[in-house]
């Protein structure tokens, strides 16, 4: 498009152009330009979070992988290097390999029990109940507590004599103040104030994913016939895939490294039948000031931690991670 620049140039007949428009290409190439400074921006930020992440997670793991290969008190510096000599004595060690029977039996009683417990009542507050705001307070409150706080309350219900879990229990014709005392029911005894810490949880976590599935897929599958089981069969649990297989990473790592309530509770007894690795490691490490055993204890749990997270990341939440990293790509 030209237009007339002047009189004299109307005159004369010259004309000016106009620069053009710029079209949809030239904005979207211009939009993918780095913005200058914006790299140093993103270190000023990212800084802060960096040092702490390498001071706080990093360090420590060098720190404790260097400190598992020497006999070493904790006091000075570690000089009397005995190699793998630790990591042979934990596994030769029958209350470290009973830490890890016990973690595998907490890890299989939160699959079998305190998840799908979760889930059923993620179902039936998703019902409308009355007063169903005040159920899902109710069943959230435990999560808010601390684990101390959780652990000196159940010490004081099942307290002898004095514990309401007691007179309840006697009223009933039992036992209820020797839970924590005897060796065959102590870890049964933990995992249920586990479950009752954290089934809030991942209750809240399934009501949230079923409060994320569309309606008109339940209502679909009821018009094709299929029955309340049927329908969260084929259509609600496949699409809670994502936030079952993410609570399932969440409580096996946390039975990992399960210490605070075991501690308050029972301190790993009677007869270590209750104790945990991460137990086992305080005890060595602040009780007997065995540092490099219980450097190497850690260096184990690390490394199982890493190898499930890394296995399960790889085998089970692959599609989960490939969808999210698909659906960021077309955003962009």
Sequence with gaps: MTRPSTVSDLRRGDTATDPPAPGPGTAR???RQPRPGRGGVLAV?????????????????VVAAYASFFKW????????????DNYTRAFGDPTF??????????????LVVQLPVALALAMLLNQPLRGRAVYRLIFFAPYVLSEVTTAVLFTLVFSPNRGLGE???????????????????????????????????????FLAARQ?????????????????????????????????????FL????????????WVLTGGGPIHSSETLA??????????????????????????????????????????????????????
């Design 45 to 61: 930020f990212l800084a802060p979070a960096l040092a702490l992440f390498v001071l706080l997670v990093l360090a420590p793991i």
């Design 279 to 332: 137990v086992t490691m305080y005890q060595f490490g602040f009780r007997r000031f065995e540092v490099g055993y219980a450097s190497a204890i850690s260096i184990v749990m690390f490394l199982l931690s890493l190898v499930f997270a890394l296995f399960y990341q790889r085998i089970v939440l692959r599609r989960d991670t490939a969808g999210a990293i698909t659906t960021q790509g077309g955003q962009r």
């Design 251 to 262: 409580s096996v790592i946390g039975t990992i490294q399960l210490f605070d309530m075991v």
């Design 29 to 31: 190439k211009r939009g």
């Design 97 to 110: 390999r009973g830490d890890l029977w016990r973690g595998l039996i907490l890890v299989v009683l939160s």
């Design 212 to 248: 994320g599935i569309p309606k008109e897929l339940h209502e679909a599958a009821v018009t094709d016939g299929a029955t309340g089981w049927q329908a969260f069969r084929h259509v609600t649990l496949p699409l809670l895939g994502p936030t079952i297989r993410i609570s399932i």
């Design 167 to 205: 007179g309840v229990a006697r009223w009933l014709g039992a036992d209820a103040g020797t839970v924590f005392a005897d060796p065959d029911t102590v870890l049964y005894a933990v995992f249920l104030v586990v479950s009752w810490k954290y089934f809030g949880l991942y209750m809240m976590l």
């Design 73 to 84: 008190n904790g006091f000075g510096l570690p000089e009397n290097f005995i190699g793998l």
